[in-house]
Each structure stands twice: as structure tokens, then as C-alpha cells.
């Protein structure tokens, strides 16, 4: 189907429109003014009937003389029902045909209408009457029309220009800022997302402004995340291959022994590049299955049990004691157990990590009216004040080394922070050097939203 910009056909419409109203403006002053003309000359030639009638009247019944009464009064003041017979060219004539008085050539009269005037039953000259309206309302009646019309129709037509040309410039002002947008959005499909967005205008262009500039902001976001993402997996990865790449090429040009000592170095990249992969997966797993949990009423003393007790080996080989504290009431929160166990592995694994031996490693719970807190708090290295706000970014690690010899890949409090997010609670991290570190979770206790 062949489209059309909307500027042409909001302005298609719009000359519509005004055509058609101009259209019928002028069809309407003409018509108007065709009935005033109509009534005027129906109006006229009853008067001058009228006038006719009256005027033989008074030359019959006053009784003054012709010659002198006709004479006095014919131009100002003879007045007949109520119009002056100034209204009326006239002309007079006696029996022997003498004009007695007239303004107008005796060719004219001639060809005018005649009545015979009577005085006392006798014939005593002939008036002759010139109407004004019939022999001159056809055409000035012709003259008027066809100038209004003329008059209109230019003022019309000029209007109408002016008109379409003032909402051409309208409709062009009011649609830019949407050209604007459409280069803006072909911009960012192109992958530049700098392109100029317009300012001012009416609310809902304000509105629709801001909420594709949101839009741009959230894809330029999502943009670098992925990049950073990619690059982050690029070198996480680089690492442990080049370990193995070069190893392998030392054994081929023969400056390693193919020995016990090779195959373990060998063995724990595998396992670092597995790990990696392992985690990966469960961040995209926890990303994509945000909105799938599966939550319950969890018993929160009886699972922490159940945690603490996984690293029990752990705790008795790195001599670090692992303390639960809860209050004596039992505490229930809906969530899913499994994520949440997922949660509680990562922050106590990290906590036994970075802990020496003979220090404690805490796990506290507590409940308020809305909220259920957990804590894991340990007696550990701490983490400086700069790398807090990083600390739950992908691959993110304290040590610079970023060797195998860190531990993790990085991705444990990501995930953390993930399956925190799917339920609606925070988490927040308190830590000084030396001292130790507390991972503080809050979740809502039940699905229902809480007014406290
Ligand atoms: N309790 C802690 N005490 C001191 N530093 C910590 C603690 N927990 C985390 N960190 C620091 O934060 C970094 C990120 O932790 P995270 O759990 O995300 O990754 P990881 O433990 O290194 O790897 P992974 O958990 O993916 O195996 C750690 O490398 C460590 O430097
Ligand atoms: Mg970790």
C-alpha cells in the first residue's frame, strides 16, 4: 500500500476544508445578496406603481392648475404617501403636446409612458412619467452582482491563500520535532545515540520526548553493559588459555616435560575456564529467570541450619567457626528457597575466604514488621573503601592480580545481587580493613505489599 507522510495529509485535509468553507461562504454571500437585490426590485417597482397611481390623483382631484401646481413642486417637497416625488423624474405636457417643464431631452420623453390628465371631465394634457426602477435596476442590478461577486471571489481566493499557507506553516512547525525524533530513532539503529533530540513544544510532545530520551539512556546502557560484558568474558577467558596455550607450546619445542607437574597446571586453568563458564551460566540463568521463582513459606531458622551445616568440612579445615544467631520466635519469609540458598552460599563461602583461622563467621536473622534481615558477618581482611561501590559488578575482584590464585571468577555477589533484585529486597555491603566484612540482605516477609 502506497503511504503518506502525515504532513501531506493533515494539509490535504486542512485545504479541504477551507476550500470547501470558502466555497460555500461565497455561494452563501452571493445567494444572500441575489435575494436583497430581488426584494429590492420587487419593492422598487411596487413604489413607482404605487407612485404611479398616486401621482394621477393629485393631478386630478387637487384641482390646481397644471401648469403651475406641477411646476411648483415637481423636485422637493410634493410629497405621496410619504415619498418625495424627488424620487420620481417627471416631465409634463399639455394637450397640444407643449413640454411645460422637464430636465430630460424631448427625445427621451417621447418614448415614455403616457396617461392623459383630466381637469373637471376634460382631457387636458398628457403626463408623461419616466419610472427609474424598470429601466435601470436590470442592469445596475447586473453591475452590482457581478462586482460583488468579483470582490468575493478574490477576497476569497486571497483568504484561502493565506489560509492554507499560514496552517502549511502550522502543521510544518507542529511536525518537525516528530522529523526530529524519526532521525534521532534511524540514529540509534545506525548506533549513534548522540543525535539531537527537540526541545520545547506542547506537554505531549514533552512527554514523548522524555520518554524516548529514557529509552535511548536505557538501550545506550544496555549497550555498554553487553560490550563490558563481552570484554570482561574476553579477558576472564584469555587468562587461563593463554596459561594452557603457552604451556603446551614450551612441551612442543621441548622446554617442558610432559610430568605430573605440567598436567596439574594444565588440569587447574581447565577447571578456572570451566568455573567461568559455570557461573555464566547461572548469572544468565538468574537474569532470565528473574520473573520465575518460585517462592514459599520458608522456615528461616531450620534452613539456615541446613546451610550451616554444608560447611561443616570447610569450617573444620580453615579453623574458622561459623555462629548462627537468630532471635528465639521463629521467622518465616516467602521466598524461593533454592535462590536463596544460592545467596547464602556465595556470601558465606566468600566470608570463610577471606577469614584466618581462629576468627568467627557469623549468620544473623531477624524479622520487623514488613522486612526479614539477614546478615553474614565476618571477621576477615575487610574491603577498602574504593572498591565498595564495585563490589557486585560482573567480574569484579579485589585483587589486582585477577590470577587463578584470587579464587573466584567474580561473578558470585552479581548473582547474589541478582536473585536479591527477583525478590523485591536490597542488599548492601558494610566493610573496614582489618576488621571485617557484613553482607546486610533485607527481603519483604510475605507478597502481600506491607504499609509499616
Ligand atoms: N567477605 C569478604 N571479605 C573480603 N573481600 C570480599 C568478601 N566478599 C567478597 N570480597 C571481594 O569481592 C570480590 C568479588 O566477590 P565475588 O563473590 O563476586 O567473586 P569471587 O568470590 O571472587 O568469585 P566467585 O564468587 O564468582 O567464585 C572478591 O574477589 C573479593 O575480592
Ligand atoms: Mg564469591
Known amino acids: 500500500m502506497k503511504s503518506t507522510s502525515l504532513r501531506r495529509r493533515v494539509s490535504s ?57 406641477m411646476l411648483a413642486f ?34 427621451v420623453w417621447r418614448t415614455w409612458p403616457v396617461s392623459g390628465v383630466l381637469y373637471h371631465g376634460e382631457s387636458v394634457g398628457v403626463l408623461y412619467m419616466q419610472p427609474y426602477v424598470p429601466t435601470r435596476v436590470g442592469p445596475i442590478r447586473r453591475r452590482i452582482s457581478g462586482n460583488f461577486d468579483l470582490g468575493l471571489a478574490l477576497v476569497t481566493l486571497l483568504s484561502t491563500l493565506g489560509a492554507l499557507a499560514l496552517t502549511t506553516l502550522v502543521i510544518r512547525r507542529a511536525l518537525m520535532p516528530l522529523s526530529q525524533l524519526a532521525l534521532a530513532t534511524n ?24 520518554a524516548f530520551s529514557a529509552m535511548r539512556e536505557n538501550l545506550n546502557q544496555a549497550r555498554d553493559a553487553r560490550e563490558q560484558a563481552l570484554a570482561d568474558i574476553h579477558h576472564e577467558l584469555r587468562t587461563p588459555m593463554n596459561v594452557i596455550s603457552n604451556r603446551l607450546e614450551a612441551i612442543q619445542v621441548g622446554l617442558f616435560q610432559w610430568d605430573h607437574q605440567t ?39 531450620a534452613w539456615l541450619n541446613n546451610l550451616a551445616s554444608l560447611f561443616q568440612v570447610e569450617c573444620e579445615t580453615s579453623d574458622v567457626l561459623i555462629t548462627l544467631c537468630t532471635q528465639s520466635s521463629p521467622i518465616r519469609m516467602w521466598a524461593d528457597a533454592n535462590k536463596m540458598s544460592q545467596v547464602m552460599v556465595n556470601l558465606i563461602s566468600n566470608a570463610l575466604r577471606f577469614t584466618p583461622p581462629g576468627r568467627n563467621v557469623r ?39 585477577r590470577g587463578p590464585s584470587s579464587g573466584g571468577s567474580g561473578l558470585g555477589l552479581s548473582i547474589v545481587h541478582e536473585i536479591i533484585r527477583a525478590h523485591r529486597g536490597t542488599v548492601t555491603v558494610e566493610s573496614e580493613v582489618g576488621s571485617g566484612t557484613r553482607f546486610l540482605i533485607r527481603l519483604p516477609k510475605s507478597p502481600e505489599p506491607c504499609l509499616d
Open 13 to 69: 485535509l486542512v485545504t479541504i476544508i477551507v476550500v470547501v468553507t470558502a466555497g460555500l461562504n461565497f455561494l452563501a454571500a452571493h445567494w444572500s445578496l441575489q435575494i436583497s437585490l430581488s426584494d429590492y426590485v420587487r419593492t422598487a417597482e411596487r413604489d413607482q406603481v404605487a407612485d404611479w397611481a398616486s401621482v394621477l390623483t393629485l393631478v386630478q382631484d387637487e384641482g390646481h392648475s397644471l401648469n403651475t401646481g
Open 74 to 107: 415637481p423636485r422637493s417637497t410634493v410629497r405621496i404617501d410619504g415619498k418625495s416625488l424627488m424620487e420620481t423624474q417627471f416631465a409634463l405636457a399639455t394637450r397640444r403636446r407643449t413640454i411645460v417643464h422637464t430636465s430630460f431631452p424631448r427625445s
Open 187 to 210: 540514529a540509534i539503529v545506525k548506533g549513534n545515540f548522540n543525535a539531537s533530540l527537540p526541545t520545547g513544544g506542547d506537554d505531549e510532545l514533552r512527554q514523548l520526548v522524555a
Open 263 to 301: 598436567v596439574s597446571v594444565l588440569h587447574r586453568e581447565v577447571q578456572r575456564i570451566q568455573k567461568i563458564l559455570l557461573d555464566l551460566r547461572e548469572l544468565q540463568d538468574v537474569i532470565t529467570d528473574a520473573l520465575t521463582l518460585a517462592p514459599e513459606w520458608v522456615d528461616v531458622l
Open 363 to 401: 549468620i544473623l536473622a531477624s524479622e520487623d514488621a514488613c522486612y526479614v534481615h539477614l546478615e553474614v558477618r565476618d571477621e576477615g581482611q575487610g574491603i577498602a573503601p574504593e572498591h565498595l561501590p564495585h563490589i557486585f559488578e560482573r567480574f569484579y575482584r579485589v585483587d589486582e592480580s
